[in-house]
């Protein structure tokens, strides 16, 4: 799991310059806005509901919003950021729609990240044996997951479309079979990709 997320700490990253301004939703134990502060000097602020998660940005010095994603609108200005990052927090919230409708109001760019759903092994464990859709990275069942929208690649490309979303970068990462190692790839992507980053605009 710690390479996994360091692996998507570098994609995201990459895709952020140095001193941005960056608004992380759902933020957790704030390890990527750390990151991002200690490598790309970005000034980073959190938002996530856990009083734990809180404490522990608070340690890191991040400043950090206690807050229910689906209370909205936040409370910022239009374009206050140049960043908005939701990574592994959208298929979560209720109100996705109106969640990135803010992304990209409040931010200039929006970054997200998502289990896809459409991942082989996923429609495999469906199919075959009959049991709730579960992904591998966080790997929940259904009775303890929080996971409420089960999004593929394909649906989330088509709700961009349809809302007029410009997509900026699409990036899909894979494990490789023979090492506990992540890759990017560029084919098939909704069928062998564990997890999608978009970067976004509107």
């Known amino acids: ?9 570098q994609f995201i990253s990459k895709e952020i310059p140095n001193n941005s301004r960056v608004l992380d939703l759902g933020c957790g134990n704030g390890e990527l806005l750390y990151h991002l ?9 959190g938002i996530d509901i856990k009083t734990d998660a809180l404490v522990k940005c608070i340690e890191k010095g991040i400043p950090v919003i ?21 990574n592994q927090t959208i298929q979560e919230i209720y109100k996705s729609k109106e969640m990135i409708e803010e992304i ?15 991942y082989f092994k ?11 859709p579960m992904s591998e ?20 490309k088509d709700f961009c479309k349809e809302e ?5 970068k699409q990036i899909y990462i894979k494990k490789s079979f023979f090492r506990n190692k992540y890759k990017e790839i560029k084919y098939f992507c909704n069928l062998r990709a564990e ?8």
């Open 1 to 9: 799991m710690k390479k996994f997320k360091e692996k998507i700490y």
């Open 37 to 45: 502060i200690t490598k790309k000097g970005i000034t980073g602020h």
């Open 66 to 86: 206690q807050l229910n994603l689906d209370n909205l609108p936040l409370d910022f200005p239009d374009k206050s950021f140049d960043f908005v990052v939701l």
């Open 104 to 118: 990209l109001r409040i931010g200039k760019a929006g970054i997200l990240g998502f289990p896809n759903f459409g």
């Open 122 to 132: 996923t429609r495999f464990s469906f199919l075959f044996k009959g049991r709730a």
């Open 137 to 156: 990275q966080p790997p929940y069942k259904w009775f303890d997951t929080p996971n409420i929208r089960f999004l593929t690649i394909k649906d989330f």
């Open 164 to 168: 007029n979303i410009e997509i900026i």
């Open 195 to 202: 997890l999608a980053i978009f970067k976004i605009s509107k």
